[in-house]
């Protein structure tokens, strides 16, 4: 199904090429790729129902309830963060239970911290997906009730948002660990999508306006050899420590800014600027090249580079990807190259472990390439970042070699994640032995395993020209001029 102008409630998977039953782990090039991602997350989906239904997230193993700080007292994280990937696997009386859920039970009103960042790329984004799959009012009221709570992090002399609200009293603060009381990039940078959207749905140009000043203060600040620095002081509006990544702490800011230029039509010209720049630093300033030749992205703390890359950082690879068609002509391949040498060196990570799963960090240092060498490094936690790129790289290049890829990564998660009681990360992958770590995270269902469903569907399912995608993977239409007060028109 191709959709243009993607309206609510018009969204229908085609799942013509589905097949009989899958049993889980039998797995073989027998049964069709999608239909066994979508038995994975059945699988991830009855469990966390049967055992932690309304908590935020599952132990598979203790088989019992498990909650995050991140999200203070609100409760449902899994069941939020997965109501599209059920509506887009059309697992419909799932979804009827999880829509049922959030009209009962989803209440923001708790005296409790919450993190910022974490709530609105889950929560917000979650509920607006739901709503434009669905068209179901409900997920559209909740979102911009939620955004409505999350405004009183904006103020600070600056307008660059506290990093923790209590959503109660309003009152923030940033985390204690950043430099100098600090923001951080990633955090603050990863609310533009989302906040635009609630204008768009409510009306209310409050919320677009709060993330268009973060791009104000940015842009009137001297960057260290065009690169951000991951810190910057809302109260002083000058940055901290020189520190810049493009995995924690960097990375999804300038995923939101080439996204934000697409989900605009391609009319944020200010946000296409600032991308195509940005990626331009990176390139002279962090991106390098193996003795065994793997191009890597490395760190930069003032001036030195760190040779090692997080497992948050192999996005980048989708994200060259995505972004090649509209940079200068002369570098639309480059782009797509990047992209690709990203995912292989990605891919290494985790064919160089022993269960196939890639490390939260490796290193190219000390005679080592692509391999975790700190013991803190070696885990693996169901992150989606390698298994988006390859269904990035799929969609733009229809080179067999990332489904390849993503079904050995299917074939990984069966045979070391899978428990009885679900999915669960794993303490060491270079182990001969599964030390699993009792955690089912929530972006497990809500990223990586509907990048897998998307990796092995057709094209049309969510078509990159009309979504984009939150950096938790929920998709947002792109917003026709023509859209204008279509939606405020229809209340």
């Not at 434009?132 to 939620?146: C, D, M, T, W």
């Not at 104000?216 to 690169?227: A, S």
Request: glycine share 10%.
């Amino acid at each position: 199904m191709h959709l243009d102008h993607p309206e609510k409630g018009q969204f229908r998977p085609d799942r013509s090429g589905d097949v009989g039953v899958c049993c889980g782990f039998l797995l073989n090039q027998h049964y069709n790729p999608a239909f066994v991602s979508l038995q994975m997350m059945k699988h991830a989906w009855d469990n966390y129902k049967h055992y932690a239904w309304g908590l935020n997230e599952l132990k598979p193993i203790s088989k019992q309830g498990h909650s995050s700080n991140l999200f203070g007292n609100i409760q449902g994280a899994t069941i939020v963060d997965a109501l599209d990937t059920l509506y887009i696997m059309e697992m419909k009386e799932e979804f009827k239970e999880a829509k049922e859920w959030v009209e009962k039970n989803l209440d923001f009103n708790v005296n409790a911290e919450i993190s910022v960042f974490e709530v609105n790329i889950r929560f917000v984004g979650g509920l607006l997906s739901a709503y434009y799959l669905s068209g179901e009012e409900v997920f559209r009221k909740k979102a911009v009730e939620l955004g409505e709570k999350l405004l009183p992090a904006f103020n600070t002399p600056t307008g660059i948002p506290w990093a923790l609200l209590n959503i109660k009293s309003g009152i923030g603060r940033n985390w204690p660990w950043a430099s100098g009381g600090s923001s951080i990039l990633a955090e603050f940078g990863t609310l533009h999508l989302e906040f635009v959207h609630l204008s768009h749905l409510s009306g209310n140009p409050v919320f677009a306006e709060k993330v268009m000043n973060i791009r104000k203060v940015l842009n009137r600040l001297d960057k260290p050899e065009g690169l951000y620095p991951n810190y910057l002081n809302p109260s002083s509006g000058q940055w901290g420590q020189h520190h810049v990544s493009i995995g924690g702490l960097g990375d999804s800011f300038y995923e939101y800014l080439l996204k934000a230029w697409l989900m605009s039509d391609k009319t944020d010209e200010d946000g296409k600027k600032m991308y195509y720049d940005a990626v331009q630093a990176i390139e002279t300033h962090l991106i390098r090249k193996s003795s065994g030749g793997l191009t890597y992205i490395a760190e930069w703390k003032g001036g030195l580079l760190e040779h090692k890359m997080g497992h948050l950082t192999c996005f980048a690879g989708g994200m060259f990807a995505l972004g090649a068609d509209g940079a200068p002509s002369d570098k639309t391949g480059h782009h797509i190259e990047l992209g690709a040498e990203i995912a292989r060196t990605c891919h290494e990570s985790y064919d160089r472990t022993r269960m196939k799963l890639g490390p939260e960090a490796f290193r190219f240092d000390g005679g080592v390439e692509a391999i975790a060498t700190r013991q803190n490094e070696k885990y693996y936690i169901l992150r989606p970042e390698v298994i988006e790129t390859y269904t990035y790289m799929w969609r733009l290049t229809h080179d067999p070699k990332y489904r390849d890829w993503g079904w050995e990564a299917v074939e990984a998660l069966e045979k070391h994640c899978r428990v009885d009681g679900g999915y669960s990360g794993i303490r060491d992958v270079y182990n001969n032995h599964e030390s699993h770590d009792d955690v089912q995270q929530s972006f497990f269902l809500s990223e990586t395993l509907k990048y897998l469903y998307l990796l092995f569907s057709e094209d049309d399912l969510l078509p990159l020209e009309h979504w984009v995608f939150n950096t938790e993977a929920h998709p947002l239409p792109v917003l026709h001029k023509d859209d204008g007060n279509k939606e405020e028109n229809q209340k």
